[in-house]
Structure formats: structure tokens, C-alpha cells
RNA sequence: UGGGGCGUCGCCAAGCGGUAAGGCACCGGAUUUUGAUUCCGGCAUUCCCAGGUUCGAUCCCUGGCGCCCCAGCCA
């Protein structure tokens, strides 16, 4: 009846595939994911293993995992374990499709073989400098090689030496003969194999000569017969380079389709940056969990499942976007409000005595007030509590935009009693130390007649209180576009971890690596999965609660 | 003043010639033992601008303007 309509919006992309099935240009969807294992996942790469895998499901096909392994200076297996370990935790299942750039260097090596006995290809000579100033400029035309009409037996015979080890590197590349003056810069005689005499990761020392990513992306598409070969933007200017390698080499041809790059405001999303941040010490590591990487955001506690939801409620498009760090934020609350069992904790402690209770009572607090099946834990009380700082003030304002504790004010305890505050006490400095209160023993589970009160803080009994460390996480940078700094590295907030201890209750002292909970009236945090011990866990504020009372002051 | 793209609400984004979906944000208000959640309501007479075609244009044409990408032996 209620049709689990997958509210998943149209895109353009959507549309060019109903189109194609439904005139037979194509029958099939094949898609793939094809990261270059030199650096972990973000949340952009998050966008495409969505948008990759999730049609291949939506349309019955399937969606491959392929490393773009072409440069050993730059990859390395750790990177490989990561990033399959961030798909699957995605929820994406590539079966038995997973493939290496690399498990194809031979077939490549005869595809370029091809092109030089038909002509298309030569062996360049000149320098790395050399090539760059003859290449031209977007205005000027290129200037062909002296070398650009070697024989094609000359050629063959110094391609044959290259890949033998014969010439060090640089000495020698390999270019596809097309036009130096093409508006295209692409089109400029592109580069096809670099000598690299370099340990790959896993041919080790086979090779000495690898393909750039032009002479190998499309034939690997093309090898695995992925119909939509999805990248963005700014490989557009190679959809002709990518197209006419396949029909030189008269081999199938995707369709290749770019989409606009995910951008999100406080963060920067170049792999390079992102690893200068690791490798300059600016965060903890990869998975640190300020990042905007997938391992950093399961650390902070982000669940997949938000991770999903924010990459469809974003869109696919092809103009330039810049999301919101809301659109994020909203996800894990949408998400993890449904799903994490509440607390009480205090972070920022204030003494309260209750003058008129002297028992031990253990309360019965439900995990989740809209969430019954999901059970309660006991909440032990008693005349110490603590509470938070924030909920006390001395000079409170007008009484119909206050109402949490203040001299002669009432409260109630959350899943416990109403307390009034009858005095309070400072210390040599003027600051508060500890506060007196009654309590009426008659607003257990039940509201005092006659008057309503409308604050609720929360508590944690203090003979009972567990120490536990927090990590009180910000945004990362302070600026909304980092790459519009000077330098990306002076917009870092210098404020984006604060480690502070909190006292929780009880129950709280057995949560495991991974859990999330709901700290009532603070915030979702998650048990770090790196540094937490048996019974000493730490935890990572995942996201604050939408706080309206923090707008109105 | 080479080539390739893009321009619909503060931020995303549907729409594909028939009279502007949705989400986030924001602003009200209701319920609430989380100032949370939930719930109601508000939020583009207008689609970068200017002409044109048409009974009718965000969607077609022409001309502007603005923004993004490309000169790695990176991907």
C-alpha cells in the first residue's frame, strides 16, 4: 500500500538514462567507481559512490569498484584497504566487481602498440620543459615535436626500449599524434606512457613505463563494458580525448557524463590539502574526526545512513554548488534523533543540594520518549546532584523568556522532581559554587497543581556521577570557503576540538566504541572507536541539538 | 577577444511551450517532563539582463552580462 516510493529525485543523469533504455541505445546500466588509492574518501567521493551505486541498483545493473591505480609515486595499499572499508560501511556492495587500473597495463601496453603502427602514436624526446613550451598557450597554437615523424619501426623500437628500462626517467614519453593546434588543449598530442622507473603497489617492478589516466580511463570503462562512465566537471574538456582513443582502437564506447563536484561550506575538499592537514599534524590522522573524510565522519559518530540521505537530498546538477553544512548536520539529526537512546550528562558542573531529600531512589528513565519499544535504564537520585552552569542565573531575564533556574525559580529535574532554588553560594571570587533547593516530593511522574513549570534541566546524581573525557568538536575552519583565504591553512579555527571531562550517569560508563547517544538538552555523542578502553570510554560530540534558545540571546 | 560549461528564493534543486515541486535556512504559532522531536502556517506575480517568435516562454531564437574549468611526463 504505502509504496516505499523511493523519493529519489530526477537529475539529468536519470533522464538521459530513461532515454537511452527506452530507445535502445542502450540496454543496460554499468557503472563504476573508480577511486585513485592515494589518499581516503570524502564526502565528495561519498556523492559519486551514491550516485554510481545507487543507479546501478535503482536500474538493475551493476556498479564496479575500480582503483585508478596508474601512478605508483602516489598510491599505496593502505589507501586501497581504506577506501573498500569506507564503500562497504557506506552500504555499497560491489560483488565481484572489483578491479585495478593496473590489472590491465599489459592490454593497455598493446593498445599503444596499436596506435603506433597505425600512426597515431609517437615517441617524444624532448624535456618536460621542453614539451611545455611547445605545447602553446589557451590563445596560441602548440608547435608540433621535431620528433613527431619518427618512422613508425623507430617507434616501436623506442617504445620497446622504454618499457625494457633502457632510458631513464623522462628521458622518452609516449604521445598520441593529433593536433598541436587544437583549441582543445587536450587534443595537443597528449601523453600516453611516462617512463617511471617506480615500485607499484602491486606489479612491484614489472613495469617501468605507466599510462597516464587519458590513455587508460576509457579503455578500462571500455574493458568492463560500463555503459555510463560518470566523473565531474573538469573532465569534460576530455570527453573528445576519452572518445576518440576508443574509436582509434576501435573498442566499445561509454558514455561518459560529468557532474558538478560537491563543495560544503567550513570545509576544503582537495586531497591534497586534506593529507597536508594529516601529514603537517593539523588533525590527528585521516579518520581524525573533524575531518570531512568518510572514516572521520564514522568516528565522529555520523551514521551511514545520514551520509546517504544528504547525497540525495543534494542533487546532481552540473552548475558550480556550494551546500550548506546544515544540509549535513540536518541529516545526522534527522537520523540519529529516530535512533539514539538518551542520557544525562553535564559537562560544565554546578553543585546542587537538595536540603529536604536525604534517600537513594533509582528512577526508571525511558531511552527515548517517542521510542517506548526501546526500553528504559535506571536513574539513580539523590540530595548532591550536579547540573549544568548554563542552566543557573543569577540575574535571569524577564520571566517570559527565561525559564531555567535562578534565585526563588522552579525547574524541574528531567525524569525527576521540581526543585526551587532557595539560595546560592559564592565563593571568595563571586562565582557560584553550589546552589540550595527543596524539592516537592509530589511531582514524581506528575505535574503540581496550581502552577505549571516550564523549565526542565537535566542532572546527574553526584555520588553516582562517572568521569568521563568528551571531545567537544567545531567546525575544522572558521571561514566559509577556506580556498578563499590566502592560504586555506589561516582560515583552521583555532577552536575546533575542546577536551573537557564530563559526569554522566551511571549507565553510561558500558557504552561501547561506535554507540551514539542523545546527551538530553546537548547534543548527540558518539564512544570514540580509537581511544576509548573498557570502561573508559570517550566520547566525541557528534552534533549539537537545534538550540532556538541560544538564537533568542 | 582560444576551447568547454553554467546562470530558477539566502544555500541546494525540480521543471523540458500552458501559466514556479521539494529540502536546508529563516520567521510565526500549537503540542511537549529535552527551549529537542512532532505539528500547522509564512517564505520567487517570478526564473541573470535586453530584445524577438508565440494566443501563451523559466522552457524556443538573437544579443549582452556574470561565474566555473583547461596550458601535469597528476587523476
Not at 516505499?4 to 533522464?15: H, K, L, M, Q, Y
Not at 582503483?67 to 589507501?79: G, L, M
Not at 517570559?400 to 525524569?415: A, H, I, Q, S, T
Request: charged content about 30%; glycine content about 6%; proline content about 6%.
Amino acid at each position: 500500500m504505502s509504496a516505499p516510493e523511493t523519493a529519489t529525485p530526477s537529475n539529468f543523469i536519470r533522464t538521459i538514462i530513461d532515454e537511452d533504455l527506452q530507445s535502445g541505445r542502450c540496454d543496460q546500466v554499468v557503472t563504476r567507481f573508480p577511486p585513485e588509492p592515494n589518499g581516503y574518501l570524502h564526502i565528495g567521493h561519498a556523492k559519486s559512490i551514491c550516485l554510481n551505486f545507487g543507479l546501478a541498483a535503482d536500474y538493475n545493473g551493476r556498479c564496479h569498484l575500480r582503483f585508478d591505480d596508474t601512478n605508483p609515486v602516489k598510491e599505496e595499499d593502505e589507501y586501497v584497504e581504506a577506501i573498500k572499508e569506507d564503500v562497504s560501511w557506506l552500504g555499497f556492495d560491489w560483488g565481484e566487481h572489483l578491479y585495478f587500473a593496473s590489472d590491465y597495463f599489459e592490454t593497455l601496453y598493446q593498445y599503444a602498440l596499436k596506435l603506433i603502427k597505425a600512426g597515431t602514436a609517437y615517441v617524444d624526446s624532448q624535456s618536460a620543459e621542453e614539451m611545455r613550451r611547445n605545447r602553446g598557450t589557451l590563445t596560441e597554437p602548440g608547435v608540433e615535436s621535431p620528433h613527431r615523424n619518427r618512422s613508425i619501426e623507430e617507434n616501436l623500437a623506442l617504445f620497446e626500449q622504454m618499457k625494457n628500462g633502457e632510458h631513464p626517467d623522462g628521458s622518452h614519453i609516449l604521445r598520441a599524434k593529433i593536433d598541436m593546434a587544437a583549441p582543445n588543449m587536450n587534443l595537443r598530442d597528449p601523453a600516453l606512457y611516462r617512463i617511471l622507473h617506480a615500485h607499484h603497489h602491486r606489479t612491484g617492478d614489472t613495469w617501468c613505463i605507466y599510462p597516464m589516466y587519458d590513455f587508460a580511463h576509457g579503455q578500462e570503462d571500455s574493458i568492463e563494458g560500463v555503459t555510463y562512465s560518470i566523473c565531474t566537471l573538469e573532465f569534460e574538456d576530455h570527453r573528445p580525448l576519452y572518445e576518440w582513443f576508443l574509436r582509434e582502437l576501435e573498442i566499445f564506447v561509454p558514455q561518459q557524463i560529468e557532474f558538478a563536484r560537491l563543495n560544503l561550506s567550513y570545509t576544503v575538499m582537495s586531497k591534497r590539502k586534506l593529507l597536508q592537514l594529516v601529514t603537517d599534524k593539523h588533525v590527528s590522522g585521516w579518520d581524525d574526526p573533524r575531518m570531512p573524510t568518510v572514516s572521520g565522519m564514522r568516528r565522529r559518530g555520523y551514521p551511514a545512513a545520514a551520509i546517504r540521505t544528504f547525497c540525495e537530498r543534494i542533487g546532481v546538477g552540473r552548475a558550480a554548488s556550494w551546500i550548506d553544512l546544515s544540509v549535513l548536520e540536518d541529516c545526522v539529526r534527522e537520523e540519529l534523533n529516530e535512533t539514539a537512546c538518551r542520557r544525562q550528562a553535564v559537562l560544565n558542573p554546578l553543585k546542587v543540594t537538595i536540603t529536604n531529600y536525604d534517600q537513594l531512589e533509582e528512577l526508571d528513565a525511558p531511552n527515548h520518549p517517542q521510542r517506548p519499544e526501546l526500553g528504559s535504564r535506571v536513574l539513580p537520585m539523590s540530595s548532591e546532584l550536579w547540573i549544568d552552569r548554563d542552566d543557573f542565573m543569577e540575574n535571569p531575564p524577564p520571566p517570559k523568556k527565561y525559564f531555567r533556574l535562578g534565585p526563588e525559580r522552579e525547574v524541574r529535574l528531567r525524569n525527576s522532581y521540581i526543585i526551587r532554588c532557595d539560595e546560592f553560594i559564592k565563593d571568595a571570587d563571586g562565582e557560584i559554587v553550589e546552589l540550595k533547593c527543596s524539592a516537592d516530593l509530589d511531582t514524581l511522574g506528575k505535574n503540581p497543581e496550581g502552577r505549571k513549570v516550564k523549565g526542565i534541566i537535566h542532572w546527574v546524581s553526584a555520588p553516582h556521577a562517572q568521569k568521563v573525557q568528551v571531545r567537544v568538536y567545531d567546525r575544522l575552519f572558521d571561514q566559509e570557503n577556506p580556498d578563499k583565504a590566502e592560504n586555506y591553512l589561516s582560515a583552521l579555527n583555532p577552536d575546533s576540538l575542546q577536551i573537557s571531562e564530563a559526569l554522566v550517569e551511571p549507565s553510561l560508563i558500558d557504552a561501547k566504541p561506535g554507540e551514539t547517544f542523545q546527551f538530553e538538552r546537548v547534543g548527540y555523542f558518539t564512544v570514540d572507536s580509537k581511544d576509548a578502553t573498557d570502561g573508559e570510554p570517550v566520547f566525541n560530540r557528534t552534533v549539537t541539538l537545534r538550540d532556538t534558545w541560544a538564537k533568542m540571546k
